[in-house]
């Protein structure tokens, strides 16, 4: 659709995403000059509707960006009083103490917050600055210039029929020219992916990791809340078929967050990562404490787990690669909303001094020094060794390992590991069916554990039907004819919103693509044993929901 006579719109600065990332960046660019014009595009229908984190934050980045904000009415108000550490088995627990912990691990001065809640109150911040930030607005393309540089992106694409073509109520959205365009989608964006591919970003870098996140808001009994409670666990129920853990936080207002992560490289296509959330919930751990509560929301996301050696350069000519668009999670911690504000401001520093050099459309080197060897290095480089050890050598192995790897760091400042690699993708990790056994799940029972759609309901997510499907295979035979007899087909599995079926037609299996329940957490793109699904923007503002994920 190159002939679309689109209208353009010229500014110093596109931003794709608002994100903590994004939105720090575009602060950041308005501290520095008021006359800059700055816009910032959002896919979810708000500010925050596509935000979804644990979340614990260190409130490092908020303090280097907004030093006052603890009296500027951000929603940042419970601060973590007590932290738990246990290794579940079927129906006990073991408490790990916090005093053989490097002191990293330790969470005294960060806060339990909503994200979603923390990004609707930097936009706030950001458009008092005179930044434009615009809601419902997916960017959908990139625009590259004849040096072969990105100069802008396609936002505001609306009307399209299934097949692509222009429907009767077609807008063909703006071309958004900047003299930079940064971009920060989160884990696994379109953009960023075509963007890593071209320009190869990641050539010399090991493979990315990634896990699938899933969360619930719970009200719970008053007796049983315990305001600024930070429980982490591993273990059971997922033992050695997969590795990752729960994160339950006591939040205002008599709420617990209860969270469950499954590193995505397992091996088994038999897996069920939802199913395992939904089972834990049953532990008495859990369950005591959720026990007369009400669930009130869900979601999940994928999450970036590489580490270190994993991050892709984070720059091409004309912009950069933002917050999770890279991969800065320190997952030892569970927390990468702290790194992904330092890079916004890295990269609006960067692209601020060379638009005062009157510079434009080339590459930031400045913020990719920044990235490897400043501050958000010396957070991620120390424990880049913990998820290639855990998947390696299993979770008691890695704790003992992984633990020693960061206090000889710590004390000495490198590891007698050097650069543990991760090998294997995660969709390449995923093994032959008739290698493995099916896991029966129990039955969710409606009062602790939920079916993917109910649940899905409560993330408040929709989509035009009537438009293209945003999630593209490659080929539409590969499900049926590859997937379904070697894997089992894990698409049915794997997805954390029922997106993917496999139905019986009167021509036998079909796989059908349910786009409606798409939560936007990329893990059919990440985790496709075939690499088959190539997950793309639908209209903007479609999606999820998220009131305070």
Not at 39 to 57: P, T
Not at 109 to 128: K, L, P
Not at 175 to 189: A, D, F, P, Q, S
Request: negative net charge; glycine residues 12%.
């Amino acid at each position: 659709m190159a002939d679309i006579e689109r209208e353009s719109m010229e500014v110093d600065v596109v931003i794709v995403g608002a994100g903590p990332a994004g939105l720090s960046a575009a602060i950041r660019l308005k501290q520095l000059d008021p006359e800059l014009m700055v816009v910032v595009l959002e896919k979810g229908s708000e500010v925050g509707a596509h935000i979804l984190s644990g979340a614990v934050l260190d409130p490092i980045g908020l303090d280097k960006l907004l030093p006052d904000w603890r009296t500027m009415g951000a929603p940042i108000n419970t601060e973590v009083k007590k932290d738990n550490f246990y290794l579940l088995g079927p129906a006990g627990k073991i408490r790990v103490p916090n005093w053989p912990m490097p002191k990293l691990m330790s969470n005294h001065g960060n806060y339990i917050v909503s994200m979603g809640n923390v990004t609707r109150w930097m936009a706030e911040q950001a458009e008092a600055l005179g930044v434009e930030v615009y809601p419902g607005m997916a960017a959908s393309e990139l625009i590259y210039g004849e040096g072969g540089e990105v100069k802008g992106v396609v936002a505001g694409e609306f009307g399209k029929n299934p097949d692509g073509t222009p429907g009767d109520g077609y807008e063909p959205g703006m071309e958004l020219l900047g003299k930079y365009v940064l971009i920060g989608e989160g884990v696994r964006g379109s953009l960023a992916k075509e963007l890593i591919a071209k320009y190869e970003l990641s050539k010399d870098r090991d493979v990315q990791k990634f896990g699938i996140g899933m969360k619930e808001i719970w009200d719970i009994d008053p007796e049983k809340h315990r305001e600024g409670t930070v429980t982490h666990t591993m273990g059971w129920p997922l033992g050695k078929n997969a590795g990752g853990g729960s994160f339950i936080y006591h939040m205002e207002n008599n709420q617990v967050v209860v969270g469950f992560v499954v590193h995505l490289n397992y091996a088994n296509p038999y897996v069920y990562p939802y199913m395992e959330f939904q089972q834990f919930k049953h532990h008495p751990v859990v369950a005591d404490l959720l026990k007369g509560g009400k669930r009130v929301a869900y979601g999940a996301r994928a999450i970036t787990e590489g580490g270190y050696q994993s991050m892709p350069k984070s720059v091409f000519p004309g912009g950069a690669l933002l917050g999770c668009s890279i991969g800065l999670v320190n997952v030892p911690r569970i927390k990468g909303n702290h790194n992904a504000m330092l890079s916004g401001i890295a990269a609006a520093e960067a692209a601020h001094e060379a638009l005062k050099a009157g510079r434009s459309g080339d590459t930031l080197d400045a913020y990719e020094t920044e990235i490897r060897t400043g501050e958000i290095a010396k957070d991620l480089k120390p424990v880049r060794n913990v998820k290639p050890l855990w998947a390696k050598r299993g979770l008691m192995a890695s704790l003992g390992l992984g633990g020693f790897d960061m206090w000889w760091q710590s004390l000495f400042g490198f590891s007698l590991f050097g650069t543990i690699k991760h090998g294997k993708t995660d969709a390449e990790a995923t093994g032959l069916a008739k290698n493995y056994k099916e896991i029966a799940y129990p039955k969710p029972d409606g009062v602790l554990s939920f079916d993917r759609l109910t649940n899905v309901s409560f993330s408040n997510t929709n989509h035009e039907e009537s438009q293209p499907c945003h999630l593209k295979l490659k080929d539409p035979k590969v499900p049926i004819d590859v997937n379904l007899p070697k894997y089992a087909e894990p698409a049915q599995r794997y997805c954390p919103a029922g997106v993917y079926e496999v139905v019986e037609g009167d021509n036998g299996p079909k796989f059908q693509i349910n786009f409606q329940n798409c939560v936007h957490c990329k893990t059919c793109d990440i985790k496709d044993p075939s690499q088959n699904i190539n997950w793309t923007v639908p209209q903007g503002g479609d999606g999820p929901n998220y009131p305070n994920m």
